[in-house]
């Protein structure tokens, strides 16, 4: 018997009584593009509606948050765990409903993808991730930077003087895949793609390689106690320029030893993936050299750009400066403790997401850096607030500001686009993802 897919079933509730024929069967065939979409199930009449505009917070929470969360809502990881704290759901469903109401995403990032990648609950997290974020994924932190400097480069260029709104553009939009200012659709299409071990192993191992690097210039802050804390921070911002140069030379000495047959094997890595910063200056010096410069011109030109206000003071590379810095201020001290291997990740996720972000909710260790002098002065700029487990109740406080924030009509707007069991907490979100992969039986 040949299977017959009827394409009623694509038509959700909530119906209401029908414009054509009066039926109570008009119901909710798609929401895209900020159009909802509604049909009938019984005449098949169509109707279309232009949905309000939306402008939705950015919150960014980190790994530990995610991992906190699936592990209170994964039956698989929670057996593993002892005592459960029952704020991580209560921050979910807080999350859930704002995001539901479209009111706020949580974006992902790679940074969120790289570290989920190297434990045994990659899939786990990738779903609760997506959930929360609508699929709305930042850049990797090198391609924002990137995006901010080359903002800066356009108006030095046109001799136009370099604000913070021209590093961060149009905004959150220049450094986001996804639809971020739309209404979501109701279907969430999850395709599971798994990486392959080489990925896995290569995160782990760029990973390992940051850590130790942590530990030795730790080692090294530690015995700077006559230091200012504007020294670190000179000494970091400006280390922009060595650092992606460097990287670029012993890329094209990689090259040349593979152009006489002369490579070692720990070049290949490099050659077949060079790294965003050395595409970065390649794409300068190709810049420079279309502008008429010769090569020496052209990295003449890129070492005065480099050196410049208007590129040390790109947001990622001035945050980033300002962390390093309060860090190295900890070392000096002599605090004993040396940051955890995932520092360097924090480190890129804060400096690089907070400008486009309303509020992240990271790490105590992180949160406080954040509220000490200088950083707390620099980064009010940005407007944005950071929370951490040790202000998780003023987070909560946040997130239902958000809500009292919206317009009167939007609550009653989402529950007739979506339905009245929308806002209900879809907390089985991991047991069933886990129903959802394991082989059936029939
Ligand atoms: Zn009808």
């Given at each position: 018997?040949?299977?017959?897919?009827d394409p009623r079933i694509m038509i959700r509730?909530?119906y209401?009584p029908c414009p054509a024929c009066g039926e109570s069967a008009f119901g909710t065939l798609s929401?895209?593009?900020?159009?909802?979409i509604r049909r009938c199930r019984s005449c098949n009449h169509t109707g279309t509606?232009?949905?309000?505009?939306?402008?939705?917070?950015?919150?960014?929470?980190?790994?530990?948050?995610?991992?906190?969360?699936?592990?209170?809502?994964?039956?698989?990881?929670?057996?593993?765990?002892?005592?459960?704290?029952?704020?991580?759901?209560?921050?979910?469903?807080?999350?859930?409903?704002?995001?539901?109401?479209?009111?706020?995403?949580?974006?992902?990032?790679?940074?969120?993808?790289?570290?989920?990648?190297?434990?045994?609950?990659?899939?786990?997290?990738?779903?609760?991730?997506?959930?929360?974020?609508?699929?709305?994924?930042?850049?990797?932190?090198?391609?924002?930077?990137?995006?901010?400097?080359?903002?800066?480069?356009?108006?030095?260029?046109?001799?136009?003087?370099?604000?913070?709104?021209?590093?961060?553009?149009?905004?959150?939009?220049?450094?986001?895949?996804?639809?971020?200012?739309?209404?979501?659709?109701?279907?969430?299409?999850?395709?599971?793609?798994?990486?392959?071990?080489?990925?896995?192993?290569?995160?782990?191992?760029?990973?390992?390689?940051?850590?130790?690097?942590?530990?030795?210039?730790?080692?090294?802050?530690?015995?700077?106690?006559?230091?200012?804390?504007?020294?670190?921070?000179?000494?970091?911002?400006?280390?922009?320029?060595?650092?992606?140069?460097?990287?670029?030379?012993?890329?094209?000495?990689?090259?040349?030893?593979?152009?006489?047959?002369?490579?070692?094997?720990?070049?290949?890595?490099?050659?077949?993936?060079?790294?965003?910063?050395?595409?970065?200056?390649?794409?300068?010096?190709?810049?420079?050299?279309?502008?008429?410069?010769?090569?020496?011109?052209?990295?003449?030109?890129?070492?005065?750009?480099?050196?410049?206000?208007?590129?040390?003071?790109?947001?990622?590379?001035?945050?980033?400066?300002?962390?390093?810095?309060?860090?190295?201020?900890?070392?000096?001290?002599?605090?004993?403790?040396?940051?955890?291997?995932?520092?360097?990740?924090?480190?890129?996720?804060?400096?690089?997401?907070?400008?486009?972000?309303?509020?992240?909710?990271?790490?105590?260790?992180?949160?406080?850096?954040?509220?000490?002098?200088?950083?707390?002065?620099?980064?009010?700029?940005?407007?944005?607030?950071?929370?951490?487990?040790?202000?998780?109740?003023?987070?909560?406080?946040?997130?239902?500001?958000?809500?009292?924030?919206?317009?009167?009509?939007?609550?009653?707007?989402?529950?007739?686009?979506?339905?009245?069991?929308?806002?209900?907490?879809?907390?089985?979100?991991?047991?069933?993802?886990?129903?959802?992969?394991?082989?059936?039986?029939?």
């Amino acid at each position: 018997m040949a299977l017959r897919w009827d394409p009623r079933i694509m038509i959700r509730p909530p119906y209401v009584p029908c414009p054509a024929c009066g039926e109570s069967a008009f119901g909710t065939l798609s929401i895209s593009n900020n159009h909802w979409i509604r049909r009938c199930r019984s005449c098949n009449h169509t109707g279309t509606t232009r949905l309000p505009s939306l402008q939705k917070r950015l919150i960014y929470v980190d790994q530990m948050v995610l991992s906190n969360i699936a592990k209170a809502l994964d039956p698989v990881w929670r057996e593993t765990r002892g005592e459960q704290d029952s704020f991580w759901v209560e921050l979910f469903k807080g999350l859930e409903r704002l995001v539901k109401m479209q009111l706020a995403v949580c974006v992902e990032s790679p940074i969120h993808d790289q570290e989920s990648a190297v434990t045994p609950y990659a899939a786990t997290l990738r779903r609760l991730r997506e959930y929360l974020s609508e699929k709305v994924e930042f850049h990797s932190p090198i391609v924002v930077l990137q995006h901010q400097l080359h903002n800066a480069l356009r108006s030095v260029e046109a001799n136009v003087p370099v604000t913070l709104d021209t590093y961060l553009g149009a905004g959150a939009r220049d450094v986001t895949d996804g639809r971020l200012d739309q209404w979501a659709d109701r279907l969430q299409i999850s395709v599971n793609f798994a990486r392959s071990g080489d990925d896995i192993e290569s995160y782990r191992r760029s990973r390992d390689q940051a850590g130790n690097a942590m530990e030795h210039i730790w080692a090294r802050w530690a015995t700077q106690s006559g230091r200012r804390f504007q020294d670190w921070y000179d000494e970091e911002r400006r280390s922009l320029y060595p650092t992606w140069t460097g990287l670029h030379r012993q890329h094209v000495l990689r090259m040349e030893r593979y152009t006489y047959g002369t490579q070692r094997p720990e070049d290949m890595e490099d050659i077949i993936n060079p790294g965003m910063a050395v595409m970065v200056v390649f794409g300068l010096l190709h810049h420079f050299k279309e502008a008429g410069c010769s090569v020496t011109q052209a990295h003449e030109r890129l070492q005065t750009f480099f050196s410049s206000e208007a590129a040390l003071q790109a947001p990622a590379n001035d945050i980033s400066s300002l962390l390093f810095a309060a860090l190295a201020r900890k070392a000096a001290a002599g605090q004993k403790k040396v940051p955890n291997r995932g520092t360097p990740n924090d480190i890129n996720a804060i400096s690089s997401y907070l400008p486009y972000c309303q509020a992240l909710f990271v790490d105590d260790q992180f949160a406080g850096l954040l509220r000490e002098k200088p950083l707390v002065t620099q980064l009010q700029r940005y407007g944005a607030s950071v929370y951490s487990n040790n202000s998780r109740d003023a987070f909560l406080t946040f997130l239902k500001q958000v809500e009292s924030d919206a317009p009167p009509d939007h609550v009653a707007r989402v529950i007739e686009v979506y339905g009245e069991d929308w806002l209900t907490s879809f907390d089985s979100i991991l047991a069933d993802e886990r129903a959802r992969r394991a082989p059936r039986n029939t």
